[in-house]
């Protein structure tokens, strides 16, 4: 299994909903991470867990709370989202010091 | 500052050749990678230049210079289903473990018959 899951693909959310996404890996990557992306930009670093550890978290706004259950999930909870907050949302996963990094195939996300 | 500069977009014909270039200023780092997303998709990994040199992956060749703090991108034999964006990304020596990337803005590349 070479593939990073995400659920939902797409999720539409109002700014009082309280909503999660998830993220999964089996390749037996130690490091995880959680990107923003909008559109015609390259993806922005939020969060990464590094052997179920936040290693970084890149001064995101607390209604973004990352969560990593074990070493295959990872979970991003949204609570009291804004509209700027639409984006699309990446999990990926690494092994090893080499750059390469697998991208999961995101959730669209529009907050109203 | 660290920063990776691309060229915003390229426009080539199918089965031509093409080169995005990745200029860099940052104080060192561990090799420079890329990345290839189509419209609607995720981002996937092309190719690692951990070294300085050419790597060849079938139609893709990456290049480094870390002397000059230049690489590129080479695709040949262009399709059409190579048009999407190309990012280029580096992990600087002073992101320890935590494996962050710094990523160039992106080349958007567009394939036309």
């Known amino acids: 299994d070479t593939e990073v899951t995400q659920t939902p693909k797409h999720l539409v959310m109002g700014m009082t909903n309280k909503k999660s996404l998830k993220c999964e890996q089996h390749?037996?990557?130690?490091?995880m991470y959680w990107y923003k992306q909008k559109a015609k930009k390259p993806p922005e670093l939020m969060f990464v867990?590094?052997?179920?550890?936040?290693?970084i978290n890149e001064s995101v706004p607390s209604r973004f709370s990352p969560e990593c259950p074990n070493s295959s999930l990872l979970n991003l909870h949204l609570h009291a989202l804004q509209p700027e907050d639409s984006a699309l949302y990446l999990c990926?996963?690494?092994?090893?010091?080499?750059?390469?990094?697998?991208f999961g195939p995101g959730t669209r996300l529009t907050v109203l | 500052g660290q920063s990776l500069e691309q060229p915003s977009e390229v426009t080539a014909v199918e089965g031509a050749i093409v080169q995005i270039n990745c200029t860099y200023q940052?104080?060192?780092?561990?090799?420079l990678s890329w990345y290839q997303q189509h419209d609607g998709g995720a981002p996937t990994f092309l190719s690692y230049?951990?070294l300085d040199g050419l790597e060849e992956t079938g139609r893709f060749s990456s290049f480094l210079s870390r002397s000059d703090s230049y690489g590129y991108l080479l695709l040949q034999e262009l399709q059409m289903k190579d048009s999407a964006s190309y990012f280029c990304?580096?992990?600087?020596?002073?992101?320890?473990?935590?494996?962050?990337?710094?990523w160039g803005l992106g080349t958007s590349l567009a394939v036309n018959p």
């Open positions: 990926a996963s690494s092994q090893g010091d080499h750059n390469e990094q697998f």
């Open positions: 390749m037996g990557h130690r490091a």
């Open positions: 867990y590094s052997y179920e550890k936040l290693s």
């Open positions: 940052t104080s060192g780092f561990y090799g």
């Open positions: 230049n951990g």
């Open positions: 990304a580096v992990r600087p020596f002073n992101a320890g473990n935590n494996r962050k990337l710094i």
